[in-house]
């Protein structure tokens, strides 16, 4: 996604940082439809990727 923001006419801090918060709500999302559905399996890979995007999100919103 940033490469449309570039392609409009640049990012903004504040763009990249929206952009990082979709990204980590869709994998809290992911993460918790494979909990209610009993897939642990999954929810586990996924859970191994939340350290990952908080990080990212921090580094992101230090930015702004």
């Known amino acids: ?3 449309l ?3 409009l006419g ?3 801090p504040e763009n990249n940082l929206a952009e990082e918060y979709v990204g980590a709500l869709d994998l809290f999302g992911r993460l918790a439809s494979a909990m209610e559905d009993g897939n ?3 929810a ?3 859970a191994a990727d939340v350290r ?3 990080e990212r999100l921090v580094r992101v919103g230090e930015g702004c």
Do not use: F, N, P, V
């Open 44 to 46: 586990w890979e996924k």
């Open 1 to 3: 996604m940033a490469d």
């Open 52 to 54: 990952r995007y908080l």
């Open 5 to 7: 923001y570039e392609l």
């Open 40 to 42: 642990i399996r999954y």
């Open 10 to 12: 640049g990012s903004t």
